[in-house]
T-cell receptor, first 113, second 114 residues
């Protein structure tokens, strides 16, 4: 079983739609969680961290469910510029291990006019 | 603003050549990482380093070595390039050991081995 699993998609949605991605992780001791965004042929960039209480940044909402070991990302009012691959990322350690992160394979989103 | 730079955006090498990929970060980060990214396989960690002269194997170290002689610089070496090492190589850095630290990536090097 992969440590971090995501539906690869693609998710094809019209502009203005609401879309949600889920991600599951296998290590129940995992401490920190993030969503990264990767545009085509570019490097991954941090989109947002995911906090236990859930957090929102504009049209983006991230939630964590520790009991079920999944993380979600909700995008409201999708824009064409949201088209990208979204990577679910987990840090399994509280401290140390050189800051290693575990990356999911990514979910591809395509927003159409 | 953190900046991670990689020595080349595109590189073409021949089978058997020794290949050096350089990565430099300008934010005094402790940790540096080398990944490769292939379609359908996602990001795979090759090696990482949490201090000068320290290195740790990642998930796929075979065929690669690394060097970290200075804190800001982390080099990936392909001792004898093979066609299955054709890939996108991404370098990243992070500040410290807290689980809250995120990684910052360089723009990547697309390597083609003929």
């Amino acid at each position: 079983r992969k440590e971090v699993e995501q539906d690869p998609g693609p998710f094809n949605v019209p502009e203005g739609a609401t879309v949600a991605f889920n991600c599951t992780y296998s290590n129940s001791a995992s401490q920190s969680f993030f969503w990264y965004r990767q545009d085509c042929r570019k490097e991954p960039k941090l989109l947002m961290s995911v906090y236990s209480s859930g957090n929102e940044d504009g049209r983006f909402t991230a939630q964590l469910n520790r009991a079920s070991q999944y993380i979600s990302l909700l995008i409201r009012d999708s824009k064409l510029s949201d088209s990208a691959t979204y990577l679910c990322v987990v840090n399994p350690a509280f401290w140390g291990q050189g800051g290693k992160l575990i990356f999911g394979q990514g979910t591809e989103l395509s927003v159409k006019p | 603003d953190v900046k991670v730079t990689q020595s080349s955006r595109y590189l073409v090498k021949r089978t058997g050549e020794k290949v050096f990929l350089e990565c430099v970060q300008d934010m005094d980060h402790e940790n540096m990482f080398w990944y490769r990214q292939d379609p359908g396989l996602g990001l795979r960690l090759i090696y990482f380093s949490y201090d000068v002269k320290m290195k740790e194997k990642g998930d796929i170290p075979e065929g690669y070595s690394v060097s970290r002689e200075k804190k800001e610089r982390f080099s990936l070496i392909l001792e004898s390039a093979s066609t299955n090492q054709t890939s996108m190589y991404l370098c990243a850095s992070s500040r410290g050991q807290s689980s809250l630290e995120t990684q910052y990536f360089g723009p990547g090097t697309r390597l083609l081995v003929l």
